[in-house]
């Protein structure tokens, strides 16, 4: 029933310890893709025997989250997926719950779950995101409720039918996805579920998104939808660019401090 795909970059630590954390679902998936676009290959850095119907693909160095995971559900041999970062992990209910919704809701195309932040010093959980209830297409367009790779479940068919995550975005690609099947078969689509937990862990280190790819995606994602989104919607992101653009400014810049303030007002002025 479920293919997990796992896009993995240069992080062998991370993967081998998370991904053995599968091992923990009461209901353990029909086949776990590795997609490698690291600089090496994986097949002797990870201890794969531990594994159950896992295969290592190996593709184009650098080629990024979301054309990670559109090889791997490409190859996918089974109906859902259910997407994974390599420094992430799941409750262990997360397939067990996310089974019981797909087969009381027979029409649904995806499933979201919840995000709860993992301290990985402490092992102590707390709320993060959670999508439901904010689905509404006026809201995606501005701001991402809880939308990410790892509470994503999709069926294969509809997904590949979409062309899978947008590789123009660098960042967004995962709300993108949703915008893109709630327009194309409306709201009923997408259910979340509560119970499905991802586990976003935090120890410190290194996350792979920075300012500057946030700034990419977000103009992208502008060009991608400004004429299915209202002037304000418009101006609201463009004042989110602005603030990330601060953000890797060397030095106090009073005419962009006055951009980031206009762009605030006139998205204010325009709802």
């Known amino acids: 029933m479920f293919t997990v795909v796992i896009p993995t970059y240069n992080r062998e630590d991370k993967l081998e310890l998370n991904a053995n954390r599968l091992n923990d679902q009461i209901y353990y998936p029909d086949e776990i893709l590795i997609i490698n676009n690291g600089d090496k290959p994986l097949s002797n850095k990870i201890k794969l025997e531990n594994f159950k119907n896992v295969r290592v ?6 080629a990024g989250v979301s054309q990670a995971r559109n090889i791997g559900a490409t190859v996918a041999s089974n109906e859902w997926i259910a997407f994974l970062d390599d420094d992430d992990s799941w409750d262990e209910r997360y397939l067990f719950e996310a089974n019981k919704t797909i087969s009381s809701n027979p029409e649904v195309i995806s499933v979201l779950g919840k995000k709860v932040i993992y301290d990985e010093e ?12 904010k689905l509404a297409l006026e809201e995606l367009f501005i701001k991402n409720p809880g939308i990410g790779g790892p509470n994503t479940i999709i069926r294969k068919k509809e997904f590949l039918g979409l062309g899978g995550y947008d590789i123009t975005l660098k960042t967004s690609e995962d709300k993108s996805l949703i915008i893109d099947l709630i327009m194309k078969n409306g709201d009923n689509a997408v259910i979340v579920n509560e119970k499905m937990i991802a586990l976003i862990h935090r120890d410190g280190g290194e996350r792979l998104t920075d300012p500057k790819n946030m700034m990419i995606g977000i103009n992208n994602f502008i060009k991608k939808y400004e004429m299915k989104m209202s002037r304000s919607q418009i101006y609201m992101n463009k004042y989110k ?12 810049n009073p005419l962009l401090l006055m951009k980031v303030s206009l762009f605030k007002l006139i998205s204010i002025l325009s709802r």
């Open 122 to 133: 402490t092992k102590s959980r707390r709320d993060y995101k959670s999508p439901k209830g």
């Open 241 to 252: 660019i602005e603030r990330y653009r601060m953000r890797v400014s060397d030095k106090f």
């Open 57 to 62: 693909i190996e593709t184009v160095v650098s």
